[in-house]
């Protein structure tokens, strides 16, 4: 399978040695070209031997001298230099399947790349993978592999994925282990199917891959309100996620008495439905797990603590507002009370937004729309400037998941918003209106 070359950059190695656009590329000393990870690997080499092919069916080879980290200078028509794998699973938890109708379409699309698994940590089921893919992640030692395992029953698995080889996948994560391929689980956990017995099964069977396995998250499933013929499921309860914290405190103690590391933790969430109080940042180590809402409060609460012994106060009058999720918001008056240990002449409103858009059981912060910020904020008197968290955005930072933009929200509100990253030097800065907060100060 050839890749067609798009550009070719200016002033690389193979603008150099005569690649043109238009061109396919085949291999690289030898080694087939698929994909970005093949063409990634391959070329790190400093000798290589490049065969191309042309419109007309031609083959020619050219060779390159370059550094051995140096990039070749290849642009191709997509990033994966194919398209992107989707999921064939129908998983009784799937967040996609619960979306309303009416939304991006991007919003829709499954993912379930191994690519991007190790390219930008999506986590990947294990069952879209052929041989052929299995092996060049041992072959190239590509790690680390992100895994949604959720149970390591294969039974229970098939059930929870509604796909009869998910079992069998469980296979492949041990393939991965005795290669030492570094893998991250997350377990989704619902609520009467893979938690108590099942959960420590799961821990058990994980443990035996360690060190392997090298982190292991737990988070509660999220239900919206638009589960309409979907699988019947619900919420943790106050004692069920009780005994999950007290089950992976059980393996964690043992993990870090054998190696040194916890290795599994449970999201936030779980500390919140059960009413626990979250732990210091030091609990959590090098916050494996961010991604998965792992410590995020707890490295939150550090940074804004660290921030407010560097600021030199008083500082200006000012009048800030933020939004957040109801789970959120207890800890952000937490933080709110500190500053007002420091500071009279800052006023900070922080807003809780119920999610009338997923529904009243979804209370994180990264799944409140613009335009439940809007309804619940339109008239309220919000001083300078809204922080909005930017947890709320895509990744280009311009639409909430509703199709909401920040210019919306700003014309209704008729305020300007200030997207802050969950970090608690640039959110302190953010409400005192200074941008000169720094960890490295």
Known sequence: MAVK??????????????????????????N???DILDYRFY??????????????????????????????????????????????????????????????????????????????????????????EINRIIEMHISPINVSVHTTNPELRVKMMHNRFAGEALKILKRFAQAEIKINCQLVLCPGINDGKELRRTLTDLGEMCPSV?????????????????????????????????????????????????????????YQIAGRPIPDAEFYGDFAQLENGVGLIA?????????????????????????????????????????????????????????????????????????DIIRRLRGKDLGEALLVPSVMLRHEGDLFLDGVSVADVERELHIPVICVKNDGYELLGAVIGSDKICQNQ
Request: aromatic residues 10%.
């Open 43 to 132: 070329e790190t080499n400093s000798h290589l031997t490049i065969e191309l092919q042309d419109a007309d069916n031609q083959k020619r080879k050219v060779s390159i001298r370059k550094g051995e980290y140096e990039s070749i200078g290849l642009e191709f028509e997509t990033y994966l230099m194919d398209k992107q794998h989707s999921c064939r699973n129908q998983c009784i938890f799937c967040f996609i399947d619960q979306l309303p109708k009416g939304m991006r379409e991007s919003l829709y699309f499954k993912d379930d790349d191994s690519r991007l698994s190790f390219l930008f940590g999506n986590y990947i089921t294990l069952t879209n993978l052929s041989e052929h």
């Open 299 to 371: 490295s939150l609460k550090q940074e804004f603590y660290d921030a407010l012994e560097m600021v030199k106060f008083p500082v200006r009058a000012r009048h800030i507002s933020s939004v957040t999720g109801m789970a959120a918001y207890p800890f952000l008056c937490g933080l709110l009370d500190e500053l007002r240990r420091k500071c009279d002449t800052v006023k900070w409103d922080i807003y809780p937004i119920p999610n009338d858009f997923f529904g009243h059981t979804i209370d994180v912060t990264g799944l409140v729309t613009g335009g």
């Open 214 to 270: 090298q982190s292991i998250a737990a988070v509660p499933v999220g239900l919206t309100c638009h589960r309409e013929n979907l699988f019947p499921l619900r919420t943790f309860q106050k004692e069920e996620a009780e005994a999950v914290i007290d089950l992976i405190q059980e393996f964690g103690d043992s993990f870090a008495r054998k190696w040194g590391d916890r290795i599994v933790y449970h999201a936030d969430e779980f």
């Open 32 to 34: 087939e070209i698929v």
């Open 5 to 30: 070359i798009i550009s070719v950059h200016p002033d690389g190695p193979a603008y150099a040695a005569g690649i043109k656009a238009g061109e396919m590329l085949v291999s690289i000393n030898g």
